[in-house]
């Protein structure tokens, strides 16, 4: 079945007005923030943005499909069902949803989609809310962990010096110049930099990140942002930043304009830990 990725407010309302529609919205922001108001009926996975990937060897891997299997099951939700992931707004939540939509489809889901616009659309809107907690009985979650678009340390080691895949960093100005380990503190990881022969493509540029209701931009501005990198529809793009968030943003926008990339989930954040791995230390000049 052939799923819209990008969904508007108007849109998910229809689809929640079909009686034999089985969907399921997951709201990805703080648990405090879900407690003061949500869209109705939409259940609250922090996890989806909080839990760190510690490695991408098969062990860890495993370990992370076990540790949201788990989640999933205890909120009921078996992996069939239309699944609509939102946060509050796509340039201020560091791309949980898009976090959140990347793992759900590894995991096997095949029919996600991402409220385009956030919270905040959905309130623009005039859409309703409430603080209600619905009730869901579990079920249990069918694995089909989705290998093909989960990178791992070892192919990202592979492609350094491989002219003809592009390794895309998207953090923070801070992070590519080597002033900060991550978005956080600048200390949070041992090593600052980059993963050498990176180029740079700040997340925030393939959004309008400063209007009122932050969204993606067109496909032809996107592909037209990318090209000024040397990406094209033709490219092989491997896309990190601090731990798969705002990578994923990027790959949604990417896709968008036709250009296929795969996201290395463990990001900087696995990279800079593993001393045995080498970066680019060099502070850049703003």
Request: hydrophobic share 40%.
């Amino acid at each position: 079945m052939n799923t819209k990725f990008l969904i508007s407010p108007q849109e998910l309302t229809s689809l929640l007005a079909e009686k034999s529609s089985q969907t399921v919205i997951v709201d990805t922001r703080s648990q405090e923030d879900y407690a003061i108001s949500h869209i109705p009926q939409s259940i609250n996975i922090r996890d989806f943005f909080t839990y760190l990937l510690e490695n991408s060897s098969p062990a860890g891997l495993k370990e992370l499909q076990e540790y949201f299997a788990e989640i999933m099951s205890r909120v009921g939700i078996s992996g069939t069902e239309k699944l609509i992931v939102y946060e509050d707004a796509l340039n201020k939540g560091y791309g949980q949803s898009c976090r959140a939509a990347f793992l759900l489809k590894y995991l096997g889901c095949t029919q996600v989609s991402i409220l385009h616009g956030g919270y905040k659309a959905w309130l623009k809107a005039g859409l309703p809310t409430t603080d209600e907690v619905p009730n869901r009985e579990s079920s249990i979650f069918r694995l089909h962990p989705n290998a093909d678009i989960m990178l791992t340390t070892a192919e990202m080691l592979e492609a350094i010096d491989n002219p003809a895949i592009i390794k895309l960093d998207v953090r923070d100005r801070n992070e590519w110049l080597g002033l900060s380990s991550s978005p956080y503190t600048p200390d949070f990881c041992p090593r600052k930099g980059r993963i050498p022969n990176a180029v740079w493509l700040e997340w925030h540029l393939l959004m309008n990140s400063e209007s009122e209701i932050p969204t993606f931009r067109s496909p032809a501005e996107i592909l037209q942002i990318c090209q000024s990198l040397g990406i094209t529809s033709e490219s092989i793009v491997y896309i990190y930043c601090f731990k798969g968030s705002r990578a994923a943003n990027t790959l949604i926008a990417l896709e968008q304009a036709g250009i296929s990339a795969r996201n290395y989930f463990g990001s900087w954040n696995e990279w800079s830990r593993d001393f045995a791995l080498p970066i680019d230390s060099r502070v850049m000049s703003a």
